[in-house]
């Protein structure tokens, strides 16, 4: 099952919201690829990647994370990290703020290791070549896609296969896949009425799908469904696609 990757020293940025919120999804993430026999690494003065920041307007707080980040991970052969809106923020924004540095060593750096860079669904499918990984979850699932998944890492329906394949899983489409569910980080907060509108017209889309649980690459955007979800005692549960695929 290493498919056409072959054996692989990974490294794995966990991000701050889901090593705080979501750890159990960081542990699946290592069960999965130790299960298709690669090794996984840890490195321990990892921190944010800066979305928060960047995205908010504190651009001038965000730019130390980088050579941090850097310096954590120069020597990974590759780096997974469970979340797509994270990996877009260093894909989209680590070449403009090494730009704005003016360092041209950091430039160089962030040009080679964004190559080395992935999403966990896309590292699987996409560098790996890998579709079934081995996974049992009998549970029928719906699969929400993150606007930074879609739009920006162009994940295509590579979750979908890697889904499909698991064992004792029903996957039901949703009606609104390219809908964004109304997170966005700070804009469910500063445009609340907007964001629970979008959010509503996804939780029913989920519902319709009649799902026992809702999974994504992005524990931000199922932390927000999940809690109308929770709020509304639907019994319908969001999960990681790692948590998914970790099942035996």
């Not at 069960?31 to 307007?57: A, I, Y």
Request: hydrophobic share 40%; charged share 20%.
């Amino acid at each position: 099952m290493n498919g056409i990757g072959g054996i692989l020293r990974v490294s794995l940025f966990i991000t701050c919201y889901n090593d705080t919120l979501f750890p159990e999804t960081g542990q699946a993430v290592v069960k999965v690829l130790e299960r298709l026999g690669h090794t996984v690494d840890f490195p321990s003065k990892q921190t944010c990647c800066g979305q928060m920041h960047w995205n908010t307007g504190y651009q001038e707080e965000a730019l130390p994370l980088l050579p941090r980040f850097i310096e954590q991970f120069k020597d990974s052969e590759v780096v997974v990290c469970p979340s797509t809106s994270c990996i877009a923020m260093m894909k989209d924004h680590y070449p403009l703020m090494a730009e704005r540095s003016n360092d041209e060593g950091l430039k160089k750096a962030v040009a080679e290791i964004l190559p080395r860079v992935w999403e966990f669904s896309q590292f699987l499918t996409q560098k790996l070549g890998i579709e079934d990984v081995g996974a049992y979850f009998p549970h029928r699932v719906t699969y929400h896609a993150s606007c930074h998944g879609l739009r920006s890492l162009q994940l295509g329906d590579g979750p979908q296969r890697l889904l499909r394949a698991v064992r004792g899983l029903e996957l039901v489409e949703i009606e609104t896949l390219e809908q964004c569910c109304g997170f966005g980080g700070t804009f469910a907060i500063k445009n609340a009425e907007v964001s629970s509108a979008m959010l509503a017209d996804k939780v029913r889309s989920v519902l319709n799908t009649r799902a026992e649980v809702v999974t994504g690459c992005d524990n931000s955007c199922l932390m927000h469904i999940g809690g109308s979800l929770h709020r509304q005692r639907t019994g319908v549960r969001p999960v990681h696609i790692a948590e998914i695929l970790a099942g035996e």
